[in-house]
T-cell receptor, first 114, second 112 residues
């Protein structure tokens, strides 16, 4: 099992450019999550998908969109990147239909917006 | 709104010492509490999950306790080793079970 995989590992964007961060899990998990981690702010939830076909906003959803493509894949899109979106992005998944189960994290995508 | 606090932000100890990491949360109506480890430049690894009805969980040299009434959880690490050096994060799951609320972590350094 690869667990939770994320692509790309690193990305540099110019302000206004768009990109999609990809996440996939091979553990047959139901719920998937996108977090961002910033120095001094900790991990904050951007969007989540409690089950295939559903998505909901987390604490900091502005400037992002998500797609739960199927049970395995959950993508995060930045339509018009801003320097404030410079961060490390983590995808996570859990078997439970909600956040109460043990969460498994991907290795992260380090994004810089100039 | 649930807030999770971890004190201290950083801790340095010599190898072999037993230590305690603290986590406090403002809303006692949690579904469960989870402890994670994060190595530099890496993702998070789940260490222990304590259900709201439980008082503690153990895994090897790690023991986590939960006191909902006081809004506190502790992670006890026995006989610390240099390989334990990492950032430890706690996270409370809200009662609806929809989200993990993270503390900012305690960065542990164990010297040999």
């Amino acid at each position: 099992n690869a667990g939770v995989t994320q692509t790309p590992k690193f990305q540099v964007l110019k302000t206004g450019q768009s990109m999609t961060l990809q996440c996939a899990q091979d553990m047959n998990h139901n719920s998937m999550y996108w977090y961002r981690q910033d120095p001094g702010m900790g991990l904050r939830l951007i969007y989540y998908s409690a089950s295939e076909g559903t998505t909901d906003k987390g604490e900091v959803p502005n400037g992002y969109n998500v797609s739960r493509l199927n049970k395995r894949e959950f993508s995060l899109r930045l339509e018009s990147a801003a320097p404030s979106q410079t961060s490390v992005y983590f995808c996570a998944s859990t078997y439970s239909l909600g956040a109460q189960g043990e969460q498994y994290f991907g290795p992260g995508t380090r994004l810089t917006v100039t | 709104k649930q807030e999770v606090t971890q004190i201290p932000a950083a801790l340095s100890v010599p190898e072999g010492e037993n230590l305690v990491l603290n986590c406090s949360f403002t809303d006692s109506a949690i579904y469960n509490l989870q402890w994670f480890r994060q190595d530099p430049g890496k993702g998070l690894t789940s260490l222990l999950l304590i259900q709201s009805s439980q008082r503690e969980q153990t895994s090897g040299r790690l023991n986590a306790s939960l006191d909902k009434s006081s809004g506190r959880s502790t992670l006890y690490i026995a006989a610390s080793q240099p390989g334990d050096s990492a950032t430890y994060l706690c996270a409370a799951v809200n009662q609806a079970g929809t989200a993990l609320i993270f503390g900012k972590g305690t960065t542990l350094s164990v010297s040999s």
